[in-house]
């Protein structure tokens, strides 16, 4: 089978945003190829510079070192999660009742145009006491992600035989996450459940994630013969994923493919790993209803007519942020 795959495809960015007419088509049928039989790949020219992603992981890195007081401050049950800080035990898997060994800070929309939709976002929470420089260098990686995330959907648009800029209205000022993970260290095995792992088996919500390079191994994907293949990226790249938003849109024909955070051999638990997805979300109105062109007889419609905002509550209370 083609998609028995062992790593995932290498694209550069910039083939797409710089290059020619051919170069550009290349681009998009590589990228809705790996998407449709993977659901994975790694992208170089993103836009991110070492810099950036330095200063983040030592912020991100500053702000878990924080004693556990400290950072409930900037804990905010009533937000389920989409902004500051989340502890230990909150999440899991959605199927699963056991919590991941994760505990994460998120950081959502910034709108400076006077869009109307500001009033649909809770204000992002700052701990600008005992991480002051967080807030700047956040905003910085969350705009440029997000800038990358607009050039992969515009190529998704052309695979799709959809306008360029199908996904422009939607992802403009869309719900999107940076989200900053700390898989915290394990110094007694035995006080967790022996079914706990760093994140278990899952699919994104959104319409893609954009990962940046994590502090450690341990990401892996489920390939269709039922194989866990690890998944790393070169330095100069981040990982892409499929959602689950992009794969109700197109009836699967873009993969959301399960994935998980194994924990690392016993020896090493008492070491941390860090992790920042961006998930990029859409504004809630969007229509996930499956495209026509993605249904026929040959593939039935698979998910029943829902709004990105219908489906990102649904997931919300199945994977224990809401209530």
């Not at 998009?28 to 992208?43: E, K, N, S, T």
């Not at 994460?104 to 002051?132: A, L, R, T």
């Not at 422009?168 to 394990?186: C, E, F, K, T, W």
């Not at 269709?224 to 690890?230: E, M, S």
Request: aromatic share 8%; with cysteine.
């Amino acid at each position: 089978m083609a998609d028995l795959f062992d790593t995932i495809p290498s694209l550069d960015l910039h083939q797409f945003t710089q290059g020619d007419e051919e170069q550009k088509a290349q681009f998009v049928d590589q990228l809705g190829d790996a998407f449709h039989r993977i659901g994975f790949v790694a992208i170089k020219n993103h836009g991110l510079t070492d810099e950036l992603t330095e200063k983040l992981y030592t912020t991100v890195k500053e702000f878990f070192a924080l004693p556990e007081e400290a950072k409930k401050q900037y804990d905010r049950p009533e937000l389920h999660g989409q902004r500051g800080y989340t502890s230990k035990g909150k999440e899991h898997a959605k199927g699963r009742t056991t919590a991941d060994l994760k505990e994460f800070y998120q950081i959502g929309q910034f709108v400076d145009d006077g869009d109307p939709i500001k009033e649909n976002y809770p204000d992002n929470i700052w701990p600008e006491e005992e991480v002051p420089s967080m807030h700047a260098i956040a905003k910085e990686t969350y705009q440029t992600l997000e800038a990358a995330g607009q050039q992969l959907l515009r190529a998704i648009a052309l695979y799709l035989n959809l306008k360029e800029s199908y996904f422009d209205q939607y992802v403009h000022n869309g719900n999107s996450i940076l989200r900053a993970i700390h898989y915290y260290p394990i110094k007694n095995p035995e006080e967790v459940p022996d079914d706990a792992v760093r994140a278990a088996e899952h699919g994104d919500i959104n319409l893609i994630t954009l990962l940046m390079g994590a502090s450690a191994d341990g990401l892996q994907v489920l390939r269709r013969d039922g194989a866990w293949i690890p998944i790393t990226a070169l330095p100069d790249q981040i990982i892409v994923n499929v959602g689950d938003m992009l794969a109700r849109l197109t009836n699967d024909t873009l993969k959301s493919t399960i994935h998980r955070v194994v924990n690392p051999p016993r020896e090493l638990l008492g070491m941390p790993r860090y992790s920042i997805p961006f998930f990029m979300h859409p504004r809630a109105d969007m229509d996930l209803t499956c495209l026509d062109s993605c249904v026929g007889e040959d593939q039935p419609k698979q998910y029943e007519d829902m709004t990105a905002g219908e489906f990102l509550e649904e997931r919300l209370r199945e994977i224990g942020l809401k209530q």
